[in-house]
């Protein structure tokens, strides 16, 4: 059930990507909020067990309405701090995400989701982001 919903969500993030592109003409869509991040990945490096990292994931907002976050989800070790509020065309918004290594066991790559409010005018798909960080725990 779980890599069901994995690969569903991974299939929303794709549909969501072609979508947020540019058109085929070069010019942008219009009616859907578009998270340019300055970076989607983090490398935390090596951590040793029960550690604590953070870092933040900054974006533009380069669409031409207002995004809003539904939610975040990733697994249970990460904790996500976001705008709560609307982010509006050509405003800038920060995702902290700390980790904490306590339950882990072995080094991995972690996905967040981010769920917007926002849908696709022509589909009505939900528009998804996502964004990576890994770590090599070291005993």
Request: some cysteine; hydrophobic content about 35%; aromatic content about 10%.
């Amino acid at each position: 059930m779980l890599k069901q919903s994995i690969l569903f969500l991974s299939f929303l993030f794709l549909v969501q990507i072609s979508f947020a592109q540019n058109t085929s003409d070069g010019s942008t869509k219009t009616g859907v909020p578009i998270m340019k991040f300055d970076k989607r990945f983090h490398d935390f490096g090596k951590v040793k067990k029960g550690e604590i990292k953070s870092t933040t994931f900054e974006f533009t907002n380069e669409g031409d309405v207002a995004l809003e976050i539904e939610l975040i989800s990733a697994c249970d070790c990460t904790t996500t701090d976001y705008p709560r509020l609307p982010v509006k065309p050509g405003e800038r918004g920060k995702i902290k995400v700390v980790f904490d290594s306590t339950e882990k066991e072995e080094s991995e790559t972690i996905d967040i989701d981010i769920f917007l409010k926002n849908t696709d005018p022509k589909t009505g798909i939900p528009i998804m982001e996502m964004l990576q960080y890994k770590f090599e725990l070291k005993n």
